[in-house]
C-alpha cells in the first residue's frame, strides 16, 4: 500500500518502505505524538525517534529484534513518557540535543550537537540543532542516496507552519534555523515526518515562508 502518513492513536502503523531503510510510523498517547521506528534493510537495525507515550504499543512495534537507539527530539514531556520502560526493556543507546538533554529524565548517552551524525546500521542521520521551540530541540536527515531527503523535525516545523514558540525571538531563532538549514539546503521533494499529525513536503511549505514571518507564529 502507498505510504500517507496519517495514522490514529490506536490505529496500526503506517509503513514508508525506501530501499535502505523502512520508516514505521505510529501516534500515541493524549497528545496525538508521533514515534518513528526506522529498519536499516541491510542490517536490521532499528532506531526509534521519540519514546511518546504507550510503551506497549512502541515496544510492539519494535518487535523481538529491539532497537539499538532511541532519539528524543527535545525535552517537551509529551515526546519522553515511555522513554525509561522503552530504554528499560531495550537497553537502548539514548540521544538528545546537547542544550535539552537536563530537561529529560533519563539520562542522555550521547549529547547531540548540529551536524553531529546518528547511525542506524548502514543510515546515517544528521542532526540539525534547530533554536526556538526549545534551546535544544533537533531535527534528523536522512539524505537517501536512491532519491529525495527526509527529515524528522519533532516539533519544529508542522504542515502549516513553524512549531510553537513563546517570544518574538525565540520565532525568530526558529525560523532562521529551518530557512539556513533545512528549507535553504533541500529540494521541495524533502518528506518532512514531524512529532504531531500529518506529514508534508518542502515543496508544500515553502511559498507560505513570508506568511510564517508576517503573522509571527
Known amino acids: 500500500m502507498t505510504y500517507s502518513g496519517a495514522v490514529k492513536v490506536g490505529g496500526p502503523a503506517d509503513v514508508h518502505e525506501l530501499r535502505d531503510l523502512m520508516i514505521s510510523k505510529v ?80 539520562a542522555t548517552d550521547v549529547p547531540v550537537g548540529d551536524g553531529d551524525v546518528i547511525r542506524v546500521g548502514r543510515v546515517e542521520l544528521t542532526a540539525r540543532h534547530l533554536v526556538g521551540h526549545t534551546p535544544g530541540s533537533i531535527a534528523l536527515v536522512y539524505d537517501d542516496p536512491h532519491g529525495h531527503p527526509h527529515v524528522f523535525t519533532g516539533d519544529c516545523l508542522f504542515p502549516g507552519g513553524p512549531g510553537r514558540t513563546t517570544r518574538p525571538e525565540e520565532f525568530n531563532s526558529l525560523m532562521d534555523g529551518l530557512e539556513t538549514k533545512v528549507f535553504d539546503v533541500l529540494p521541495d521533494e524533502t518528506w518532512i515526518y514531524p512529532g504531531h499529525g500529518n506529514d508534508t513536503t518542502l515543496g508544500t511549505e515553502r511559498p507560505h515562508l513570508a506568511e510564517w514571518r508576517a503573522r509571527g507564529w
Not at 50 to 77: E, F, K, R, W, Y
Not at 83 to 101: F, I, K, P
Open 27 to 106: 501516534a500515541v498517547g493524549p497528545m496525538d505524538n508521533n514515534a518513528y521506528l526506522l529498519r536499516c534493510r541491510a542490517t536490521d537495525e532499528q532506531l526509534l525517534i521519540d519514546a511518546a507515550n504507550d510503551a506497549g504499543t512502541l515496544l510492539t512495534l519494535i518487535g523481538d529484534d529491539g532497537i539499538a537507539s532511541v532519539v528524543t527530539t527535545h525535552q517537551h514531556g509529551d515526546h519522553w513518557q515511555a522513554l525509561a520502560e522503552v530504554v528499560a526493556a531495550t537497553g537502548a543507546r539514548t540521544y538528545a540535543g546537547r542544550d535539552d538533554a537536563e530537561g529529560i529524565p533519563v
